[in-house]
């Protein structure tokens, strides 16, 4: 059975779209999960990283080894159809990630919700977003007691995001959430400009496409940590040796 999450929040522009695009393509090539990407958004961010962005170094890397794929699915899709995907049996995925829109405030969009085994909530500590964002995930909890109440697998889970070290408000963000008894990540992905250059195509852990896309050693550290936290919490298959074993032509030919 696919596992589903959604990253979702109340407020827009907390970087989940980002965060969606950060995580999917290291756990599809260093972690071996097959993954299918429905980008439910209004602003298709993720359909349009590939489309318009990613196309380009595609094109390249087939001209190199005809047989290159992506590395995960990418879906334009509806959310009053999110069920029809989820329940299809010929798919065959071990993650799938939805893309909500950047504000979850309908019922389509909490419907989507519903169908997931965990949503991740976007943590940014800026004062402002710190009250909008523990109401939705108390609204989170809330259905997390509906579903233990009906014995259906739900959790979630804040995830600290644009961390910059050392700033007091970090902190506060950390035991506001805490104070309130939600639940959050341990790991966390810092305030860089790498995360906004994340591309459907190569991992940040490629380490040709993280010197491109400016990132550094902490970057990659970031990241392994956040996908071995999420593959932990929700009981995804680890196939790093197989992933390994499969390395392609992508690992030379990025940027």
């Known amino acids: 059975m ?29 972690y071996g999960l097959r993954i299918a990407v429905l980008d439910c958004d209004y602003q298709q961010s993720i359909v349009k990283t590939r489309e318009q962005v990613d196309a380009a170094n595609f ?10 794929q992506y590395p995960y699915d990418v879906y334009p899709w509806q959310l009053s159809r999110i069920f029809d995907f989820i329940d299809n049996p010929e798919h065959n995925y071990d993650l799938i990630i939805i893309d ?13 919700l519903t169908a997931c085994d965990a949503v991740i909530v976007p943590l940014v500590s800026d004062y402002l977003d710190r009250a909008s964002t523990a109401e939705f995930m108390t609204i989170l909890e809330a259905i997390k ?20 070290a050392g700033q007091r408000e970090e902190k506060e963000m950390d035991d506001y959430i805490d104070g309130l008894g939600l639940s959050r990540f341990n790991s966390y992905l810092g305030h860089r400009k790498a995360y906004t250059r994340a591309s459907t195509l190569y991992s940040l852990l490629n380490p040709a496409w993280a010197r491109y896309a400016g990132g550094t050693k902490d970057t990659s550290d970031e990241i392994r940590r956040v996908c071995e936290e999420l593959i932990e919490r929700l009981g995804l298959p680890d196939r790093r040796a197989t992933a390994a074993a499969s390395v392609s032509t992508a690992s030379t030919s990025a940027k």
């Open 100 to 112: 909500v829109p950047g504000r979850a405030d309908g019922d389509d969009v909490f419907n989507a």
């Open 2 to 30: 696919s596992k589903v999450i959604s990253f979702a929040t109340q407020k827009g522009g907390s970087g989940k779209s980002t965060l969606a695009l950060v995580l999917a393509a290291p756990l599809a090539t260093e």
């Open 59 to 68: 094109a390249k890397l087939r001209e190199a080894n005809p047989d290159a």
């Open 145 to 164: 007691k509906a579903a233990d109440d009906a014995q259906i697998d739900f959790q979630y889970y804040g995830l600290p995001t644009k961390r910059v």
